[in-house]
């Protein structure tokens, strides 16, 4: 093409280049000087993100593109893939969206910066549970890695947890649930109301628990003290006198037959539970949901002995600097002015601006997912489908309800080698 | 090994003292010879030297750190997890082959014997490789709704009232691992045993009856002793994706059972690189080890 434009015009390969390259960066200049706060649309910012899944959603992607023009590149991993991925290429990310537990590890070699809350708009919003601990003044703090323990460093270049909130947050908090054990209603045959039931013999080789050894040994742990076979200092920094126990525990159950399967992915947990191959597991919200969807009953049970609670958030990687840390934060305070926070809870998860959020929801549907009242018609998924009928109530209440029950945070522990050598142990006895 | 590489040496020796004057000639072979030593050396030994050399390092959650370390051997070698699963796996390994030898041979004997057109005997092997047209995956998790408790296999035993309840161990147990296995396996053996089978020379059959030979002593006598090349490769094949399996295991049992590659996906998931590399030299050893029998046993050249 260009040798015919050559002979026809008399114009030279590299003039023709030049005059190609001038065009480019016109049309580039021209973008960066129509202004705030369409700039990233015009200069075609992309952010790449990768986490755990549970809120690395498309309609996210879709709709940050259409607010801000900032594309987001998502990846998905599983958490222990998560937590290398952050420290070993950090390169390959501008946002980290992980758990506070895996923060806990990868927080301190360096390859996240804290962000300065002056700059996030909606921080006073934010749920105080991330703040202090505490969900209201007179809640008591939950075992494990609460996530306001890793939510603070001391300043902008420390790698130190600060003990109180500072001016310098390691992550922002964006989703959160209380989880607990999920339910066959219709094949347990009877009122489960503790951790200890999931052992109940007559459940013999119809349960279930994760095989994802830092969640695991959690719900273990839960098990285990609900059944009174130990009481834990910290369940979520076991000693290894207590991790001994504990997996001995688990070994001899599985020897006994106790457990049908051990499941590590969301479609693994919903196809047990929605196949009848067990009647009682550890769960998660959105797999419990997704049971139901399908016409089967399940019921994400509230226990006694409360909740094991997670929470994740968005930290920035250490490389970002000038227009990409601008739009970083641009896309923080997007994610938490509501649309997303509407988003995330209408999928039964929390968001940890409840202000915010409860502007992009229906008076129903904020009824029904925080205030624990009975829904009023129909209960829709974020895209569409129906997920609850008029009349239904959550599973567990309202929002102060479930998160007021944190019995313990996910968590990593000091002997988190051992725990996971151990952990192998119970695998393959 | 040593037998596969004795032939290229004799030729190449012998081509330079016929002519030793034109040295192209000479360096011939070794240029014929350069691109896959150069593939294989790249994409097969440089590998495997490197998770040779991984396999001493130091790690931590995040990252490894070059060092000369025998824990992770003496980690991998002293733990009772380790020796539980290896005898697992190698349990695994033997019942998987006994079981494709038994169901491949009989396969390749009627293909070979008892279809009378070549045209149909291709149109039968063909048939057989069908299920290859979709994943791995997909054949194995396919067994998940037939064996499950509310399953094809159980609604129908119960419906017809055999059994009172439904089998538990259908599905999430030995069973299903090695009934997955076998499934998924049994053509590696077929394969290379109706090769062999279909290269025997009629007229030894012919001869042996004409000899008075009973159907069982033909078979027994001429046809197996000729198909043992053909059982070996497929041995081969067998027991080294065996050896090797992770997914199947970890589906069909329902994370219950443990295999060596298992083992190794679970340190990689948890990022301990250099425990599961050393796992995996101590896997490729003995694998090795058994290939090396299977040779010894049975010489697979001169068959072929």
């Not at chain 2, 994409?43 to 931590?60: E, G, K, N, T």
């Amino acid at each position: 093409m260009t040798n015919t434009a050559d002979k026809k015009t008399g114009i030279s390969r590299r003039s023709l280049l030049k005059t190609g390259a001038a065009a480019v960066g016109f049309a580039a200049g021209s973008g960066a000087i129509s202004g705030f706060p369409t700039i990233w649309a015009q200069s075609n910012i992309t952010l790449r993100q990768f986490g755990t899944g549970v809120s690395n959603l498309n309609a996210i992607a879709d709709k940050c593109k259409a607010d801000l023009g900032i594309t987001l590149e998502m990846t998905a991993t599983d958490s222990d893939a998560a937590a290398q991925r952050a420290v070993t290429q950090p390169d390959s990310y501008d946002i980290a969206d992980i758990e506070y537990w895996i923060a806990k590890k990868v927080f301190p070699t360096g390859v996240l910066q804290p962000m300065d809350v002056s700059k996030l708009k909606y921080y006073d919003e934010l749920v105080p549970l991330f703040k202090t601990g505490k969900l209201t003044p007179d809640s008591v703090i939950a075992q494990g890695t609460a996530p306001h323990t890793v939510g603070y460093v001391e300043a902008q270049d420390s790698k130190v947890f600060a003990k109180a909130p500072t001016n310098w947050f390691t992550m922002v908090p964006t989703i959160y649930n209380a989880d607990t054990l999920g339910i066959r209603p219709d094949l347990v045959g009877r009122d489960i109301t503790t951790w200890a039931d999931i052992m109940d013999p007559a459940f013999k080789g119809k349960t279930a628990i994760l095989n994802i050894p830092s969640i695991g040994i959690m719900d273990a742990a839960m098990i285990m003290e609900a059944m009174g076979n130990i009481k834990y200092a910290d369940k979520g920094n076991m000693t290894k006198d207590e991790i001994d126990k504990t997996i001995d525990f688990l070994i001899k159950a599985k020897q006994g037959g106790q457990f049908r399967a051990f499941w590590k992915s969301f479609d693994e947990s919903v196809n047990l539970m929605a196949s009848g191959e067990v009647v009682i597991q550890s769960m998660w919200s959105p797999a419990v949901a997704a049971v139901r969807s399908k016409g089967i009953a399940c019921r994400f049970q509230p226990l006694k002995e409360g909740y094991r609670s997670w929470g994740g958030g968005l930290g920035l990687a250490a490389h970002l600097k000038g227009a990409e840390l601008d739009a970083a934060y641009e896309y923080i305070n997007w994610y938490t002015s509501g649309w997303v926070g509407g988003y995330l809870n209408r999928q039964g998860y929390y968001s940890a601006n409840m202000v915010s959020a409860k502007k992009f929801m229906s008076e129903d549907e904020w009824g029904y997912w925080i205030e624990g009242k009975p829904a009023k018609g129909d209960i829709l998924s974020p895209d569409g489908k129906v997920m609850e009928k008029a009349g239904a109530v959550r599973d567990g209440g309202s929002f102060e309800n479930r998160m007021g029950k944190v019995a313990c945070w996910n968590s990593v522990m000091d002997e988190d080698r051992y725990m996971v050598k151990r952990w192998n142990e119970f695998i393959a006895a | 090994m040593t037998v596969a590489l004795d032939q290229p040496a004799t030729t190449a020796a012998a081509k330079p003292a016929r002519r030793r004057r034109v040295s192209l000639g000479a360096i011939a072979p070794y240029l014929q010879a350069t691109p896959l030593a150069l593939i294989l050396g790249a994409f097969l030994l440089l590998p495997i030297l490197m998770i040779a050399v991984v396999s001493f390092w130091d790690y931590d959650f995040a990252s490894m750190y070059p060092d000369f370390l025998t824990t992770n051997y003496s980690d991998v070698l002293g733990s009772w997890v380790t020796w539980k699963t290896y005898l697992n796996t190698l349990k695994y390994a033997a019942i998987v082959w006994v079981l494709t030898l038994f169901i491949g041979f009989w396969v390749a004997y009627f293909l070979a014997f008892h279809i009378r057109t070549t045209a149909m005997q291709m149109v039968l092997f063909l048939v057989c490789t069908v299920p290859f047209l979709t994943s791995n995956i997909i054949r194995m998790i396919s067994w998940i709704p037939v064996l499950g408790r509310n399953g094809l296999v159980n609604s129908t035993l119960v419906r017809m009232g055999l059994v009172p309840a439904p089998i538990e161990w259908l599905l999430y147990s030995e069973f299903a691992v090695v009934l997955a296995m076998v499934h998924l396996y049994t053509l590696f053996m077929v394969t290379p045993i109706f090769n062999t089978l279909m290269r025997i020379d009629k007229s030894l059959i012919e001869a042996a009856r004409d000899a008075g030979a009973s159907g069982w002593q033909i078979l027994w006598n001429v046809i197996i002793p000729l198909a043992k090349p053909g059982m070996a490769i497929g041995t081969i094949f067998v027991v080294t994706l065996v050896m090797a399996d992770f997914s199947t295991v970890q589906v069909m049992s329902g994370g219950q059972s443990a295999s060596v590659a298992l083992m190794m996906k679970n340190q990689m998931s948890l990022l301990q690189y250099p425990a599961a590399a050393a796992n995996a030299v101590v896997l490729l050893v003995l694998v090795l080890l058994m290939v090396a029998g299977i040779l010894r046993i049975v010489d697979i050249r001169k068959e072929l």
